[in-house]
């Protein structure tokens, strides 16, 4: 599959044991827009530089974690096409009307080997970015904090990694940009659904189903040292960084949101083609791949995950 059935990420749903808190985060210090809630408590919000109604579902709940990750596709028959072959790959596939979420089309739900629901959808209602599309500004001053310019990517850990991979291969069109090796044993997939290093990434883990972090962009180096800044102005609970992966080349950094969600701002990284060649990290080099600078893994970026 060249020119993809799947666009790129569309939106993820995450938990939060604090609503209010949780919306206080992503608005003033990430920089996201709120742009609804629905009836079941849901506030969706969107990132600047997005033209959706919503790349992020926040829902109140007892634990946090991610619900869902869903990715836009071409359009009703590309849709149509993928619910039929993640069916015949054996994925348990659900359909889910229009509106369930606000101003979202339909939706298919399939669960992936590694333990985590995703979704696909090919219509979403036209919210628009902050600058519009005639004689655009090249920035905004109308949200605080990050600034953040979209959602990006999520890295998820889970058990079943290699069919995971099968399934976003064979079925999705995805390639693999890069990948970690232990021995013969894939460790780490890094897959992409356009040019970017990753649209969705993977690590190998004894559980199912758990969320490493949910990334967005940010424009600059700068912008990471930035956030950083807004990090300790704020006492937002930093993981790691500023610094930069080797694994895709981003300048990152990690930082939790109040219910121990993961978080991620990044600017740069690498350019996918799916002409080129995948990229293979061994495991005595696992420190470096993941922080190029440090060059050794920190317990929280393996043990922690929601
Ligand atoms: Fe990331």
Do not use: Q
């Given at each position: 599959m060249s020119q993809k059935d799947v666009l790129r990420p569309g939106h993820v749903g995450i938990r939060v044991m604090d609503l209010d808190e949780a919306v206080r985060h992503y608005t003033?210090?990430?920089?996201l827009i709120e742009t609804a809630r629905d009836r079941e408590g849901r506030v969706y919000l969107k990132a600047w530089d997005e033209y959706d109604w919503f790349s992020l579902v926040l829902r109140e709940a007892d634990e946090s974690g991610m619900d869902f990750m869903a990715f836009k596709v071409r359009d009703a028959e590309a849709l149509a096409r993928l619910e039929q072959a993640l069916a015949e790959f054996g994925c348990r596939v659900e359909r889910i009307p229009a509106g369930e979420l606000a101003h979202c089309g339909e939706r298919v739900r399939f669960d992936s080997p590694t333990g985590h629901h995703f979704e696909l959808y090919a219509e979403k209602d036209f919210y628009g970015n902050?600058?519009?599309?005639?004689?655009?500004?090249?920035?905004?001053?109308?949200?605080?904090?990050?600034?953040?310019n979209r959602f990006d990517h999520c890295l998820l850990y889970g058990t079943d990694l290699d069919g995971s991979l099968r399934l976003f291969r064979e079925v999705l069109g995805f390639d693999l940009a890069e990948q970690v090796l232990d021995g013969e044993t894939l460790v780490g997939a890094f897959l992409s659904c356009s040019n970017k290093a990753h649209d969705i990434a993977f690590i190998r883990h004894d559980?199912?189903?758990?969320?490493h972090h949910v990334s967005f962009l940010l424009d600059s180096w700068e912008e990471v040292l930035r956030a950083a800044d807004i990090m300790s102005k704020y006492g937002i609970s930093i993981d790691i960084g500023p610094t930069r992966h080797g694994i895709t080349r981003g300048k990152t950094i990690y930082f939790f949101d109040p219910s121990g969600n993961r978080n991620e701002v990044f600017a740069g990284g690498s350019t996918w083609y799916p002409d080129h060649p995948t990229i293979t990290w061994t495991a005595d080099s696992l420190g470096k791949a993941i922080f190029y600078h440090d060059r050794v893994l920190n317990e929280n970026f393996l043990a922690v995950v929601t």
């Open positions: 003033d210090h990430v920089g902050e600058v519009g599309t005639t004689n655009p500004e090249a920035f905004v001053d109308t949200v605080g904090g990050m600034a953040a559980e199912p189903g758990r969320l």
